[in-house]
C-alpha cells in the first residue's frame, strides 16, 4: 500500500503516510502494556486435601504453590483435581499449568476430547496424577505450582483440589480397585520384588462398556494418560471386561513401571455402537456417564522352570510315540520271525506230509531270507518249487479239505499256488530291471491303443480292483511320487515369505507396542525372546515330529514292499490293494508342513494371516480323499498337478472369503453357484469313471440318458453303491451351500475347511461300510488305530471349540473368551488342542495306512471297487 501510494501522490505523502502509521504503532503498544501493568497475578501457598473456589479472568493469574517431601523408600501419588462450575466456558476454557521439578502437565477444562469423525466431548470435571520425578536423597523436600489462567474477560468460577494418593504403588498379587473416566485417567506404579524377572498384570472390570485401554509404559515423565496420546509409548490393548499383559524386568532399566488406565471416548475400538454424526462440525456433544470400575492385580509370571518342564513334557509327549513305534515294530519282527520259522519247520505236520511236500524231486527247502517274508508276501516258495509240487501232486489232491482246514500253513501254500497257476504266464515275460529314468506313463499305458476296452472295462458292473490296475506298477509309482515332490516343493516356497512375514508382524508389535495387532490367549502367553506366546508355538511340534515319524513307517514299508517287487514276489504282484507309497509322503510331509505354518500363525494370530494355518488343512483333507480313492482306483486317480491345481483354487477362495467374505452376499452367491457345480461336475466323474466328457454335446447326452432311462422307460442306475455315496455326498454339499448363502459366516476359511472335512469323513465312512459289506474284514491294528483316532479326535475337538479368542470380534471382545492355564501353568486349551489334534491325524493315517492289510494275501480279482 505505502509504494502504490509512493507511486501516485509523491514524496511528501509518503513521509506523511509512514509516520501514521509509527503512531499506530506506539498507541498499540502503549495499550498493551497498560493492560499487563493492570493484570493481577497472585500467589497463594496452598496445601494438600484442601478445596479451593475461585474465579479468574483475563485480568487475573492465580498461582499455588505447594510443597510436599518425597522419599526414596516410598512412594506417594500426587493428584490434582478441577471442577469448573460456570457454564458457557467451552469458549473460552480455562488453562492449568502444573510446574514440577522435572516435569509440566498442562490441560484446559473444560477438556475437549475428540472421537472419529471429528466428534467433540466437553468434560468439565477433569482428574490428572502427576508424574513423579526420580530422587536420589533418602528423602527430599519438593515444590509444584498450579498456574491458572483464562482469556475470558468475563469471571469463570472453579475449583482445584490437591489430594494424595496413598494407593499409588501396587503390590504383588494384591488387587485394587478404582474408578476411571475419559477426562480422570488413572495410573499406579509397580516395583519389581526380588527373584521376579516377569509379571502378568491384569486389570478387570464387571462392565463392558465403556471401552477402556490398558498401557504399561516405563517411569518417565511425561505420562500418556489420555485417550489422544495413550499410544505413543510403551505397551497397550483396548479391553471391554478384561485385559492383560505380561511385563518383563528386562524391559524396564529402573525395575518398575507404571500401569495406566484410561477410558476412551467411544466404543467403536471395543466393537460398540458409535454415536450419530453431529448435525454441525463444531457442535461438542454430550458423552453422558463414562465412568468405569475396574480393579488390577499384578501376579508373577511363571519362572524359568516351568519353561523347561513344559519343553520336556511336549518333547515326552512325542518321542513315546516313537518309543511306542519302535516296540510295535520290534514285537511284529519277533512275530514275523516266529512265523517264518513255523514255515521251515512245521511243528503240527506228520514226517510223512512234510516229506511229501519238501522231499519230492524238483523241491527244495527255500530260505525266506532269500525270497522275503511270509508276513510281506504269504509265501517263501519260490515259484518253480510251487509248479513242480503243483505238477506232481496234481493240485495237493492228495491233501484232501479237510487236512487243508487242519494245517494252516498247507492252506497259506495251497492258496499262492492258485495265485500262481493264474498270473505265472503274465509275470514271467515281465523283466524289472530296465531303469525307471526312462519310463513314462503315455508310453507305456496298457490301454493306450485299446481306448474302447477303457469303456468296456471301466462301465462294468461289477469292477475289481485288478480292473482298475492294470498300467505298469513303475509308472504309476512314478506318477504318484511326483506328489511327495511337489509338496515339498510348494512347502519351501510357501513356508518362506510367511516365515518372513511374522517375523516382521513380532517385529512392529515389539516396537509398537499395540497389543491389538495379535489375537493371544494374554492370561495364558509366556513370552521368550522376542515371541510373546511362546508355548502356541511350542505345542506345534507335535505336527512335525509325528509327520516326520509316519514318513519313517512309510519308507520302512516302501523299502519292504520293493524288495518284494525285485523278488518278483507273486503276492506283491498280484494280490492286494496295489501299493503305492507316494501320496503317504505327500500326507507326512503335509502334517509337517502344517505344524511350522501353524507355528508361523501363531506368532501373531489375526484374520490377515489365518489361511497360513489353514492352508495345509486344506491340502491333507484332499490328499486323504484321494488316496482313499486311489486304493480302489489306481489307474484313474488325478494326478499330482491336477490335485494341486484344484487345491490352489480352494486355497485362493479362502484368500478372497477373507478378504472379501464377510456381510458381501454377492461373494456368497457366487461362490455357492460354483460349490454347486463343483459338486455336480465331480458326481459326474466318479459315477461314470471318467468315461465321458464336457464338449458342446454335453446337453444332448443329458437329455438323452433321461429320456432313455427316465421317460421312455423307468429304470434304476447302473451302479448302485456309488449312486448312494454320491447322492449322500449332494445332499451334504448342498446343505452346506445353502447353510454359508443364508447365514454368511465371518470365519470363511473355517467354513470352507468344514467343507473338507465332512467330505472327508463321508467318503470314509462309505469306504469302511462298503469294506464291511463285501465280506472283508478290518484286522487288528487298523481296528486299534480306528477306535483310539476317534476317542482322540473327540477329546481334540472338544478343546478347540473352547475359543480362547476370535479374530471375528475386535480385540477387547476377544479378550473376553481368555482363559489362564491349564497344564503345568504353561499350556492353554488351544495347546491341548495341537497337542491331541496332531496325534489324532498320526493315528488317521494310520488308519489309512493299514486298513486294508487284510487283502495282501487276496487276489485282486477278488477285490470289489467301490
Avoid at 393 to 417: C, S, W
Avoid at 554 to 565: E, F, N, P, T, Y
Avoid at 717 to 726: F, H, K, S, T
Avoid at 841 to 848: A, C, I, N, T
Amino acid at each position: 500500500m505505502v509504494l502504490r501510494s509512493c507511486c501516485k501522490f509523491g514524496p511528501v505523502s509518503v513521509l506523511f503516510r509512514l509516520g501514521y502509521v509509527a503512531l499506530l504503532l506506539l498507541c498499540v503498544t502503549h495499550l498493551r502494556c497498560a493492560r499487563a501493568e493492570n493484570k493481577t497475578v497472585v500467589q497463594k501457598y496452598a496445601e494438600f486435601d484442601v478445596t479451593y473456589n475461585d474465579t479468574v479472568t483475563s485480568d487475573n493469574q492465580t498461582i499455588y504453590a505447594f510443597n510436599h517431601t518425597v522419599s526414596r523408600n516410598k512412594t506417594e501419588g500426587v493428584r490434582v483435581t478441577v471442577d469448573v462450575l460456570s457454564e458457557g466456558a467451552e469458549s473460552s476454557p480455562i488453562l492449568f499449568v502444573v510446574r514440577q521439578k522435572q516435569a509440566v502437565l498442562s490441560f484446559q477444562v473444560p477438556l475437549i476430547l475428540r472421537g472419529l469423525y471429528q466428534r467433540k466431548y466437553p468434560y468439565a470435571h477433569v482428574g490428572r496424577t502427576l508424574c513423579q520425578p526420580p530422587t536420589r536423597t533418602l528423602s527430599e523436600t519438593q515444590y509444584f505450582f498450579v498456574d491458572v489462567s483464562t482469556l475470558s474477560n468475563l469471571g469463570t468460577h472453579y475449583q482445584l483440589r490437591i489430594s494424595r494418593v496413598d494407593s499409588f504403588t501396587l503390590h504383588t498379587d494384591k488387587k485394587f480397585s478404582f474408578t476411571a473416566s475419559p477426562s480422570q485417567p488413572q495410573y499406579f506404579k509397580y516395583v519389581f520384588p526380588d527373584g521376579v524377572d516377569t509379571a502378568i498384570v491384569k486389570v478387570n472390570s464387571e462392565m463392558t462398556f465403556p471401552c477402556s485401554v490398558m498401557s504399561i509404559q516405563d517411569i518417565q515423565c511425561p505420562v500418556y494418560d489420555l485417550d489422544n496420546n495413550v499410544a505413543f509409548i510403551g505397551m497397550y490393548q483396548t479391553m471391554t471386561k478384561t485385559a492383560a499383559i505380561t511385563v518383563q524386568r528386562k524391559d524396564f532399566p529402573s525395575n518398575s513401571f507404571y500401569v495406566v488406565v484410561v477410558v476412551k471416548t467411544e466404543d467403536e475400538a471395543c466393537g460398540g455402537p458409535l454415536r450419530f454424526y453431529p448435525l454441525r462440525p463444531d457442535e461438542l456433544i454430550d458423552a453422558g456417564n463414562r465412568s468405569k470400575t475396574l480393579d488390577v492385580v499384578v501376579s508373577p509370571a511363571i519362572s524359568s522352570d516351568v519353561y523347561v518342564m513344559g519343553m520336556l513334557f511336549c518333547l515326552g509327549i512325542f518321542l513315546s510315540f516313537y518309543l511306542l513305534t519302535f516296540l510295535v515294530a520290534c514285537v511284529e519282527n519277533k512275530r514275523m520271525h516266529r512265523r517264518r520259522e513255523g514255515l521251515l519247520n512245521p511243528a503240527d505236520m506228520s514226517p510223512a506230509e512234510t516229506a511229501s511236500l519238501l522231499g519230492k524231486p524238483g523241491v527244495t527247502p527255500v530260505s525266506p531270507y532269500e525270497y522275503g517274508s511270509f508276513a510281506d508276501n504269504g509265501s517263501t516258495l519260490s515259484s518253480e518249487a510251487i509248479t513242480d509240487s503243483i505238477a506232481s501232486d496234481a493240485n495237493y489232491g492228495y491233501m484232501g479239505q479237510e487236512t487243508l482246514k487242519r494245517r494252516p500253513f498247507l492252506t497259506a501254500i495251497h492258496h499262492v499256488a492258485i495265485c500262481i497257476e493264474r498270473s505265472l504266464e503274465s509275470v514271467t515275460g515281465r523283466s524289472r530291471q530296465e531303469s525307471l529314468s526312462s519310463i513314462e506313463e503315455d508310453d507305456y499305458d496298457t490301454l493306450a491303443d485299446i481306448d474302447s476296452d477303457k469303456n468296456i472295462v471301466r462301465t462294468k458292473k461289477y469292477l475289481c480292483v485288478s480292473d482298475l490296475a492294470r498300467k505298469d506298477k513303475r509308472v504309476l509309482s512314478k506318477k504318484y511320487q511326483i506328489y511327495f515332490w511337489n509338496i515339498a516343493t510348494i512347502g519351501v516356497f510357501y513356508a518362506l515369505p510367511v516365515i518372513q512375514l511374522v517375523i516382521t508382524y513380532q517385529t512392529v508389535v515389539n516396537v509398537t507396542g499395540n497389543q491389538d495387532i495379535c489375537y493371544y490367549n494374554f492370561l495364558c502367553a509366556h513370552p521368550l525372546g522376542n515371541l510373546s506366546a511362546f508355548n502356541n508355538i511350542l505345542s506345534n511340534l507335535g505336527y512335525v515330529m509325528l509327520g516326520l515319524l509316519f514318513l519313517l513307517i512309510v519308507l520302512q514299508r516302501d523299502i519292504i514292499h520293493s524288495r518284494a517287487l525285485d523278488r518278483n514276489d507273486l503276492n506283491a504282484l498280484e494280490c492286494g490293494i496295489p501299493k503305492h507309497f507316494g501320496l503317504f509322503y505327500a500326507m507326512g510331509t503335509a502334517l509337517m508342513m502344517e505344524g511350522l505354518l501353524s507355528a508361523c500363525y501363531h506368532v501373531c494370530p489375526n484374520y490377515t494371516n489365518f489361511q497360513f494355518d489353514t492352508s495345509f488343512m486344506y491340502m491333507i483333507a484332499g490328499l486323504c480323499v484321494l488316496k482313499l480313492y486311489q486304493k480302489r482306483h489306481p489307474d484313474i486317480n488325478a494326478s499330482a498337478y491336477t490335485a494341486y491345481a484344484c487345491l490352489a483354487a480352494v486355497i485362493f477362495f479362502s484368500v478372497l472369503g477373507v478378504v472379501f467374505g464377510k456381510g458381501n452376499m454377492v461373494f456368497w452367491i457366487i461362490f455357492s453357484v460354483l460349490h454347486i457345480l463343483a459338486t455336480m461336475l465331480l458326481s459326474t466323474q466318479l459315477y461314470y469313471m471318467g468315461r465321458w466328457r464336457l464338449d458342446s454335446g454335453i446337453l444332448r447326452r443329458i437329455v438323452y440318458v433321461i429320456y432313455t432311462d427316465c421317460i421312455r422307460q423307468c429304470s434304476g442306475p447302473m451302479y448302485i453303491d456309488r449312486m448312494v455315496l454320491l447322492v449322500m455326498g449332494n445332499i451334504v454339499n448342498w446343505s452346506l451351500a445353502a447353510y454359508g448363502l443364508l447365514k454368511t459366516p465371518n470365519d470363511f476359511a473355517s467354513y470352507l475347511l468344514a467343507i473338507a472335512i465332512c467330505n472327508l469323513l463321508l467318503y470314509f465312512a462309505f469306504y469302511i461300510i462298503m469294506k464291511l459289506r463285501s465280506g472283508e474284514r478290518i484286522q487288528c491294528m487298523a481296528m486299534v488305530c480306528i477306535l483310539f483316532t476317534a476317542v482322540v479326535w473327540g477329546f481334540a475337538l472338544f478343546f478347540f471349540f473352547q475359543g480362547l479368542s476370535t479374530w471375528q470380534k475386535t480385540p477387547a471382545e476377544s479378550r473376553e473368551h481368555n482363559r489362564d492355564c491349564i497344564v503345568l501353568s504353561f499350556f492353554d486349551d488351544h495347546d491341548i488342542w495341537h497337542f491331541l489334534s496332531s496325534i489324532a491325524m498320526f493315528g488317521s493315517f494310520l488308519v489309512l495306512l493299514t486298513m486294508d492289510d487284510d487283502l495282501d494275501d487276496v487276489q485282486r480279482d477278488k477285490i470289489f471297487v467301490f
